[in-house]
């Protein structure tokens, strides 16, 4: 019996050290040496100062930037431990609105969201993306639809004194297409965008 006992508590001991300490240590290892940018959270600079991830959005609200999507992350209230506010793109706190589409509070939301969003882009045209007024499952997404950029472009060309046409191209610029080819559809970084926004004016 015991040395049953003594073969299992040595298996469990190699077993933790090679596939619980080795493994994870010796992948680590190998994504850094293979994938240095991803593997340090594919971080944005600017001025060499990190300014966030290309893998997490962040809440723009001046006019001069391209806004992402509505984020309905929360945090502790500071006043009132036992309540939550609002913290758009909150990572600690992934999450969406988990409102059904008969939600009454969640209609009344996107319908604030509309009108707030025909109010900052008085010369936009077209329909409004779905993705300006409605969030994600996740809360954190870093990327908005082609359209969506495309719908803010005449207020951030006005705001920043800016050709429309310019705007566009930068737009057309930050693009990107689906992953392999394949999978989801064509998407713009917000945060790399308005990256390229700052480095274009700045020129």
């Not at 003594?6 to 040496?33: D, F, N, W």
């Not at 984020?71 to 500071?78: I, K, L």
């Amino acid at each position: 019996m015991f040395k049953h006992l003594k073969q299992a508590i040595l298996a469990t001991l190699v077993l933790t050290l090679l596939l619980g300490l080795g493994y994870p240590l010796a992948m680590t290892k190998l994504a850094e040496l293979l994938f240095p940018y991803q593997a340090h959270g594919s971080l944005l600079k600017k001025d060499d100062r990190v300014i966030g991830s290309e893998l997490i959005g962040q809440n723009f609200t001046s006019a001069k930037y391209f806004h992402g999507r509505p984020s309905a992350t929360t945090d502790t209230d500071p006043s009132d431990p036992s309540k939550t506010v609002a913290a758009p793109y909150n990572a600690a706190s992934s999450s969406g609105s988990n409102a059904a589409p008969s939600s009454k509070a969640l209609i009344s939301d996107v319908q604030a969201r509309i009108d707030a969003l025909k109010a900052e882009n008085p010369d936009a045209v077209g329909p409004i993306p779905v993705d300006l007024v409605t969030t994600s499952a996740s809360g954190l997404d870093p990327h908005i639809s082609v359209e969506a950029a495309l719908y803010q472009a005449p207020r951030v060309a006005v705001a920043r004194g800016l050709p429309a046409e310019q705007v566009v191209k930068l737009v057309q610029l930050y693009t990107e297409g689906r992953t392999f080819g394949l999978l989801g559809e064509a998407r713009v970084n917000v945060l790399r965008l308005n990256l390229g926004l700052d480095a274009r004016q700045d020129k």
